[in-house]
């Protein structure tokens, strides 16, 4: 267990505690609704969230005290490693419960993941009001779980498969980080045509080799298009010298933080389609070239995906269907026909929930009065 240097501020009249981490899908809501709690009632916000190191370097940009808590997975390994984890279960749920007892917090949001199941079994057993957040359209394991028992259960798509309490659920919207629902400091530039293309923190090996295969068919187009191409570190130098070899205008980076800003520059985004980046792309009314990870646990990124292909945002392909034929078809498509383009920008924007983080801390007020 590791607390930060901060102080966790145990005597504040509005205090809570937000269990999130393991991904950023989890995380980065997490910290949009903290910075507006604090932003709505200045209330202490602290995190218990996982180890991982990935997860407490992005923590330390913010400032937000945290505690660790080491628990285990009960989905996505093999049956002799999950009834050992199940064993370890007591033990979380013990930490869980002194780490409340310690920072006394007025109410316990839960953002879905593995760490939400001890933390809010902990809070229920302390009689700590507890509500929930689902990021996906269909529910995890831990959220079904605990919604048998949430005092109110927040959902990011207005209907979400395994939904335990329905009477109980309120549409809010997924939280996105404030940079995301301010006004753009200027209109898009009408061209270059820019294509984001980006899968994660890590990129997506798939993505890139199946961008890199549609450069020759896009050369026809080559002098009005751009790409801005986040690669992750792996595939950065071989992505580099794609575009060189087809002589193609392009920013290619491992990562970057200028993520809002790349994607008010694009057309399109061609990416994965998890619930965070959906957020983004219709809080900012932008249409998705949507390619599910393939191996997220229920599927839930091909459910989220189809959720905004129905609505005429986004396209939908599946990952082991991509080609880099099938990009240059929706590329052109989109180029070649601009009022399509513009109808499907509308209707991402209809989906956009850029308010999901006031929604829910307005919500929540009761349980800090």
Same mark, same amino acid.
């Not at 997975?73 to 013990?94: E, K, M, V």
């Given at each position: 267990?590791?607390?930060?240097?901060?102080?966790?501020?145990?005597? *504040?009249?509005? /205090? @809570?505690m937000?269990?999130? %981490? +393991?991904?950023?899908?989890?995380?980065?809501?997490?910290? $949009?609704?903290?910075?507006?709690?604090r932003?709505?009632?200045?209330?202490?916000?602290?995190?218990?969230?996982?180890?991982?190191?990935?997860?407490?370097?992005?923590?330390r940009?913010?400032?937000?005290?945290?505690?660790?808590?080491?628990?285990?997975?009960?989905?996505?390994?093999?049956?002799?490693?999950?009834?050992?984890?199940?064993?370890?279960?007591?033990?979380s749920?013990?930490?869980?419960?002194?780490?409340?007892?310690? *920072?006394?917090? /007025? @109410?316990?949001?839960?953002? %879905? +993941?593995?760490?939400?199941?001890?933390?809010?079994?902990? $809070?229920r057993?302390?009689?700590i009001p507890?509500?929930?957040h689902e990021?996906?359209?269909?529910?995890?394991?831990?959220?079904?779980?605990l919604?048998?028992?949430?005092?109110?259960?927040?959902?990011?798509?207005?209907?979400?498969?395994?939904?335990?309490?329905?009477?109980?659920?309120?549409?809010?919207?997924?939280?996105?980080?404030?940079?995301?629902?301010?006004?753009?400091?200027q209109p898009?530039p009408?061209?270059?045509?820019?294509?984001?293309?980006?899968?994660g923190?890590? %990129?997506?090996?798939?993505?890139?080799?199946?961008?890199l295969? $549609?450069l020759p068919?896009?050369?026809?187009?080559?002098?009005?298009?751009?790409?801005?191409?986040?690669?992750?570190?792996?595939?950065?130098?071989?992505?580099?010298?794609?575009?060189?070899?087809?002589?193609m205008?392009?920013?290619?980076?491992?990562?970057?933080?200028q993520?809002?800003?790349?994607?008010?520059?694009?057309?399109?985004?061609?990416c994965?389609a998890?619930?965070?980046?959906?957020?983004?792309?219709?809080?900012?009314?932008?249409?998705g070239?949507?390619?599910?990870?393939?191996?997220?646990?229920?599927?839930?990124?091909?459910?989220? $995906?189809?959720?905004?292909?129905?609505?005429g945002a986004a396209?939908?392909?599946?990952?082991q269907?991509?080609?880099?034929?099938?990009?240059?078809?929706?590329?052109?498509?989109?180029?070649?026909?601009?009022?399509?383009?513009?109808?499907?920008?509308?209707?991402?924007?209809?989906?956009?929930?850029?308010?999901?983080?006031a929604?829910?801390?307005?919500?929540?007020?009761?349980?800090?009065?």
């Amino acid at each position: 267990m590791t607390i930060s240097g901060a102080d966790h501020q145990p005597d *504040h009249p509005r /205090r @809570l505690m937000i269990a999130a %981490g +393991g991904t950023g899908g989890h995380l980065y809501p997490g910290l $949009a609704l903290a910075q507006e709690f604090r932003r709505r009632y200045d209330a202490a916000v602290s995190f218990l969230t996982t180890p991982k190191a990935v997860t407490l370097e992005i923590l330390r940009q913010y400032d937000f005290p945290w505690e660790t808590l080491d628990t285990p997975a009960l989905q996505g390994t093999g049956w002799g490693r999950r009834f050992l984890n199940l064993l370890r279960l007591p033990g979380s749920i013990w930490q869980a419960g002194r780490i409340l007892r310690q *920072h006394r917090p /007025r @109410l316990v949001v839960g953002m %879905g +993941g593995y760490i939400s199941g001890p933390v809010g079994l902990a $809070a229920r057993k302390l009689g700590i009001p507890l509500v929930i957040h689902e990021q996906n359209a269909v529910f995890g394991a831990a959220n079904r779980y605990l919604g048998r028992w949430a005092d109110t259960i927040f959902l990011s798509f207005p209907e979400s498969e395994g939904n335990p309490a329905p009477q109980r659920s309120v549409w809010s919207g997924n939280p996105i980080r404030p940079e995301f629902c301010a006004p753009p400091p200027q209109p898009r530039p009408p061209e270059p045509f820019t294509i984001l293309i980006m899968g994660g923190s890590q %990129g997506a090996h798939h993505l890139n080799m199946q961008m890199l295969a $549609a450069l020759p068919l896009l050369q026809p187009l080559q002098d009005r298009l751009h790409c801005i191409h986040l690669s992750g570190p792996a595939d950065q130098a071989a992505v580099e010298q794609g575009y060189r070899a087809a002589g193609m205008s392009a920013t290619v980076l491992a990562f970057s933080p200028q993520v809002r800003d790349f994607m008010h520059r694009a057309h399109v985004v061609l990416c994965r389609a998890g619930a965070s980046t959906l957020a983004e792309l219709t809080a900012l009314g932008r249409v998705g070239i949507l390619v599910p990870y393939p191996h997220a646990a229920n599927h839930h990124q091909e459910k989220n $995906a189809a959720y905004a292909a129905r609505a005429g945002a986004a396209f939908l392909i599946l990952n082991q269907e991509l080609t880099g034929e099938k990009i240059t078809a929706m590329i052109e498509q989109l180029f070649h026909h601009p009022d399509q383009l513009q109808q499907m920008e509308s209707n991402s924007r209809a989906l956009g929930r850029p308010q999901a983080a006031a929604v829910i801390v307005q919500e929540c007020k009761k349980f800090l009065s």
